[in-house]
């Protein structure tokens, strides 16, 4: 029999107990260790971890778009030059992480389980602001292992199902380690350590109203322009075919970019610096 099986062979209390329609917090009482700001963590983990860099954000007419570089790094080293730092979070919004990438992708993971929990439970799926106060309150449970070095930045997005009429319903929201959330609305955000290169080249040439293409361009030249001035986010790779991941949120849903959809756009931004090297 295995080790610590209740003989009885029933299920512990907490899964037999009516309760929230929060995964996190059912997990906290089922099984407190699982969750990612609760594991014992050396006393500084600042470089012993890959670190996911750049993500950037942008609405426009129909929606918003998430994209993120494919670059992680440790210390002065190249980690992996093709994780996947963007997701879909539902079915209507996004999520990208900067930060270190483990507990950073275990966190999205657990984030995508605690929306599907809670439509299962309620039957109806959380507003987009409930969203974002999820996310919050899970980042305020990292806080500890954050300020060991272990921090996880999100950056959120969706598609509003809720927009009052005549207000962009893409919304774009980001937090600091404490779970502060904060609803940008500018209309573009970044994170990451190229985020300072990648708002300087969006706030040249985001305008409201954007086309979906012009959007995906902008994100493009965005990353691209990280990647100038950023050791830790990478640009596009095309000798290895390796181009950033953008995904939208409309209301049609989530949609990911193929890799040729980005490849095109990636060498379309090439080639305009290659006649213009200096911007």
């Known amino acids: 029999m295995a080790a610590g099986l209740d003989p009885s062979w029933r299920l512990p209390v ?10 996190t917090e ?6 407190p260790d699982l969750l990612p700001g609760n594991r014992a963590v050396p006393r ?14 942008i609405s426009y007419r129909e929606g918003v778009i998430l994209a993120g570089d494919r670059r992680a790094t440790m210390g002065n080293l190249i980690a992996s030059r093709d994780i996947e730092k963007v997701h879909a979070a ?12 483990g507990v950073g992708i275990e966190l999205m993971r657990l984030f995508q389980v605690e929306l ?19 996310l919050a309150t899970m980042i305020r449970g990292n806080l500890g292992a ?4 272990l921090a996880v930045i999100p950056l959120f997005a969706g598609f509003d199902l809720d927009a009052p009429t005549g207000r962009a319903p893409g ?40 086309t979906q293409a012009d ?21 596009p790779d095309l000798i290895r075919g390796i181009y950033p991941v953008v995904m939208t949120a409309t209301a049609e849903g989530t949609h990911r970019l193929t890799d040729d959809e980005t490849a095109a756009v990636a060498r379309a931004v090439v080639e305009a610096r290659n006649a213009q090297p200096g911007g």
């Open 44 to 57: 500084s983990a600042e470089n012993v971890a890959p670190h996911g860099t750049t993500i950037v954000a």
């Open 116 to 134: 599907e929990h809670y439509e299962k439970i309620e039957g109806a799926m959380l507003s987009l602001d409930g969203k974002a106060n999820r």
């Open 215 to 235: 959007a995906i361009r902008m994100a493009v030249e965005a990353l691209y322009d990280a990647a100038d001035d950023d050791t830790a986010t990478g640009g």
């Open 171 to 210: 919304r774009i929201f980001s937090f600091d380690i404490a779970g502060g959330l904060y609803e940008e609305t500018a209309g573009y955000e970044a994170i990451g350590s190229g985020s300072l290169f990648a708002k300087s080249a969006l706030k040249k040439r985001y305008a409201a109203g954007a």
């Open 14 to 23: 907490a899964f037999a107990t009516p309760g929230t329609s929060s995964f």
């Open 90 to 101: 539902d079915a209507y919004s996004l999520i990208g992480i900067a930060g270190t990438a």
């Open 146 to 149: 954050a300020l060991q070095g």
């Open 26 to 31: 059912f997990l906290n009482m089922a099984a």
